[in-house]
RNA sequence: CGGGGCGUAGCGCAGACUGGUUAGCGCACCUGCCUUGGGAGCAGGGGGUCGGAGGUUCAAAUCCUCUCGCCCCGACCA
């Protein structure tokens, strides 16, 4: 591909819409344009990153006996509602009406539309197992798009789906796109932190989230200093501290003033002691019911842990109103006499446990609250946000190291959540003519995420760095100088190195800090250089991107040599957290 | 959804407080000359409904009201 007849726009000026390393420099480099908040075109260079990563996807998932189809956006409600995901899905799904008032939703994921085939083509127990995948377009309405490409409204996601004879065969399959998707990562050059996620209310036996570590990262994850233990916060459970025990027991409760003194800060200073020693309640509305969760001072409430403990759908703080409604008083709550509101405790209190807690009255709080004496510790549970530090409940030697990362894939194991009875309700007979009900995974990869989390990994003050992998070109070739000779030699050079390679040949009327400052801008492993002074000598000169390495080689050694440095250059497979198949 | 910020040429910005020639600068773009190892130089040139609507005024990029768009932070701890 010759520079001038190509599609590159590049800009010297940061974009001022963007803040992250990614997002500057896809927009500068001309891979990404914005069409609307967190909708793009990929543009040339970008179109071209995307595709290598679907074909790296293709490629490891056939390996896997993964089959591609298409299945599409436009989707009848009447699917989503049959899974209850047409209600039980907020605004980010979008749906619309035809011209005949039928109403669409556009696909999030394609768990209905799969799920309708499997049912209506798997009849057999010889029909599995079988695992189905499509990169298709997906349309999400997020609330908030950031980041360029990091979370997007419109994207391209891999999303596959396994059907089972039952879980032990899905068990037997898990480990394997497990592998595919560490093997998928690391060929586009990232190293992914394979971690334990949050499986929601569907409970099943495992859900991993794959993530890159980086500040721009959305989610939070732990890992234990000690052992191989990782996971999601929004799941991970330390090891709590204990209180020490009173010697004896305390004495009855007492009732305390305490004007205007709401916040665990407020009453911190107000008794003059540490955070511990008080009681947090938090009232929720889950589901339309009120719930009190109560937590010892130093914790905070995870809503997803309560949402799972609940298995509700939709969990939010309870208003202001609806607390009153019930005599309520927010910072004052408690639950000590409690009025028959549900109580969930978590496991940072324990009985005979002394606190200040709230007195649920206006302006009041309580000494000498003793769990269990006064209030019941009946529904207890882990509801605690993990906190960097804990100790590991995993090992009980290694703490627990809280980091940031973006989330570059998903694999679930399902179970029947779409295949039960009350839903899609999918079965096969077995060898005995027994019905049995087939058994789900599904598994996603975002693609330009994936894309941009690549740039967030590898970049610098100059520019993209590019693994060979997914790299647009490359290779970039610059001529410098217009001398006919030149021009002939690189002319040359782009005809065969195009044979083997794919070449960008800046072929454009520019000075040479033009073309260098955009060869490193746009990311191109290997910049080959030919000039005058060089040609004289018989010589080429090739730069390595990633290192900075100056390779002066003749031109007789060229092949040889790009072929040596694009080897070192190949992301390596061996050691990664591979899981046992 | 809540909070903050920003909308003036493709990109980055000035002009606005204190209304008043023909709205300006850098980069990019076009033409010509010149130059070629890290975003060169000279000369000439094209490009703007000042996000939109309404209002105040003799007069609005500038003041007022409404609205749309984009970015960032937060989304819970009583």
């Known amino acids: 591909m010759r520079y001038s007849s190509y599609f590159i726009h590049t800009l010297f000026d940061v974009p001022k819409e963007a803040e992250a390393p990614s997002h500057i420099l896809l927009l500068r480099g001309c891979y990404i344009y914005p069409v609307a908040a967190g909708v793009y075109s990929l543009l040339p260079l970008g179109h071209r990153v995307a595709e290598k990563i679907k074909t790296i996807i293709r490629e490891e998932l056939n390996g896997i006996d993964g089959i591609e189809l298409t299945m599409p956006v436009l989707n009848p409600a009447e699917l989503w509602k049959k899974t209850k995901r047409y209600y039980d899905i907020g605004a980010e799904l979008i749906r619309i009406k035809d011209r005949k008032d039928r109403e669409f939703v556009l696909a999030m994921t394609n768990e209905e539309t799969v799920t309708d085939l499997a049912k209506h083509f798997l009849r057999s127990y010889r029909d599995l197992p079988v695992m189905l995948y499509h990169i298709q377009t997906k349309i999400r309405d997020e609330a908030r798009p950031r980041g360029g490409l990091l979370r997007i409204r419109e994207f391209f996601m891999k999303d596959a789906y396994s059907f089972h004879r039952d879980f032990a065969d899905l068990d037997a399959y898990y480990p394997r796109i497990f592998n595919a998707y560490l093997r998928i990562f690391a060929r586009c050059g990232v190293e992914s932190i394979p971690i334990e996620a949050d499986s929601g209310i569907m409970g099943g036996s495992g859900s991993h989230e794959f993530m890159l570590e980086s500040p721009n990262g959305e989610d939070r994850f732990v ?343 694009f080897q070192n250059l190949q992301p390596t497979l061996e050691g990664l957290p591979y899981m046992e198949e």
């Open 223 to 565: 890992v234990c200093t000690h052992c191989d233990y990782r996971a999601n916060t929004e799941k991970a459970e330390g090891v709590k501290s204990r209180l020490e025990k009173p010697a004896v027991p305390p004495p009855p409760r007492e009732k305390i003033a305490t004007p205007g003194v709401k916040t665990i800060a407020d009453l911190m200073r107000f008794f003059n002691t540490d955070e511990a020693r008080f009681l947090k309640t938090v009232a929720y509305e889950a589901d339309g019911d009120l719930v009190l969760a109560v937590i010892r001072g130093d914790y905070a409430v995870s809503v997803t842990k309560l949402t799972n403990h609940l298995q509700a759908i939709h969990v939010d703080l309870a208003s202001e109103e609806r607390l009153a409604a019930k005599g309520f008083h927010a910072g004052f709550l408690s639950p000590v006499e409690a009025g028959g509101v549900r109580v969930i405790v978590d496991t940072s209190v324990a009985a005979g446990d002394v606190f200040i807690a709230g007195a649920n009255e206006r302006d009041a709080h309580f000494k000498n609250v003793c769990a269990g004496r006064d209030f019941p510790l009946g529904e207890q549970t882990d509801l605690a946000e993990v906190r960097e530090g804990d100790l590991c409940l995993n090992c009980r030697q290694g703490t627990l190291r809280l980091g940031r990362g973006i989330e570059l894939g998903h694999t679930f194991k399902l179970g029947t959540k779409y295949t039960a009875p009350e839903t899609m309700d999918v079965t096969y007979l077995d060898p005995a003519g027994e019905q049995q009900r087939v058994i789900m995974g599904c598994y996603g990869i975002g693609v330009e995420r994936l894309l941009a989390s690549v740039v967030e990994r590898w970049h610098d003050e100059a520019g993209i760095i590019f693994p060979p992998t997914i790299a647009p070109f490359q290779l970039v070739l610059v001529a410098i100088g217009k001398s006919p000779e030149v021009l002939a030699s690189a002319e040359k050079l782009y005809q065969d190195l195009k044979r083997r390679y794919e070449v960008l040949y800046d072929d454009r009327d520019e000075s040479p800090g033009v073309k260098f400052k955009d060869a490193d801008l746009l990311g191109f492993p290997l910049r080959l250089v030919v000039s005058q002074k060089l040609l004289k000598a018989g010589q080429v000169e090739l730069k390595v991107r990633q290192t900075g390495e100056v390779v002066i080689c003749p031109q007789n050694d060229l092949e040889a040599t790009l072929d040596q440095l």
